[in-house]
C-alpha cells in the first residue's frame, strides 16, 4: 500500500466530514465511499481517533509550509522574516476561518479532540519564531535572552490576529495593518536591548 492510499483516506474523510460532521463519520464510512473494506482502512489508521489525528496534521502542515520557507530563507534579514512569519501566518489562518467556515468548524472540533496534534503544531510555531529570533541575534539585529521564551511572546502578543478562535470571533475584521504596526513595535523592542 502506497502513500496515495492513505492520502486518498484522508481525502475521503475530509468529504465525509464536510457532509455529516465529526459525530457522524466513522471508519466504515470513509470505506464505504472509497468502495473498499474497513480493514483497508484500519491498514493505515488504527482508529476512528488516529484518521481524524491525521487529517489534523494534514491541515496544519498546510498551515505550516509557507511559513517554514520563510524562516529557512536566511538571504532576508531577520526583522524581515518576522514581519513576513507572522503576516503570513494571520492571512493562512484567516483564510482557513473564513473562506470556508462550515469545513473549518469541522477541523476545530477535530482538532478540540487531537491536543498531541495541537501542541505538536504549537511547538513547531514557536520553534520556527526562535529560530528567526537566534538568527536576527547572531546577525546583531536585535538580542534576546531567550529566544524561545521571546518566540512565546511574539505569538502571545499577536495572537488576536491569528488564533483561530479570535479570527472568528472577529469575523476577520481585524485590519492587518494593524499587524503590521504591532510587528513594528516588537522588532522595535527586541533591537532596543541590543
Known sequence: ????????IL????????????????????????????????????????LFDAVAERWLAHVMAPLTKITADKKVAAPK???????????????????????????NGITANS???????????LGEVAEILRD???????????????????LNATARFHHPAMVQLDSGKSDLKELDALMEVLIAGLQARS
Open 1 to 8: 500500500m502506497s502513500d496515495s492510499i492513505r492520502d486518498r
Open 81 to 107: 522574516r518576522l514581519k513576513a512569519w507572522v503576516r503570513q501566518l494571520a492571512e493562512t489562518k484567516r483564510r482557513k476561518v473564513l473562506d470556508d467556515p462550515e469545513l473549518f468548524a469541522v477541523y
Open 11 to 50: 481525502d475521503a474523510t475530509v468529504e465525509q466530514l464536510r457532509r455529516h460532521g465529526p459525530a457522524k463519520t466513522g471508519v466504515v464510512d470513509v470505506a464505504r465511499a472509497l468502495d473498499m473494506s474497513h480493514s483497508n482502512v484500519y491498514k493505515h489508521f488504527a482508529s476512528k481517533s488516529a
Open 136 to 154: 536576527g541575534a547572531k546577525a546583531g539585529d536585535w538580542s534576546v535572552k531567550s529566544a524561545d521564551a521571546s518566540a512565546g511572546m511574539v
Open 115 to 125: 491536543h498531541d496534534v495541537v501542541a505538536r503544531h504549537v511547538a513547531h510555531l
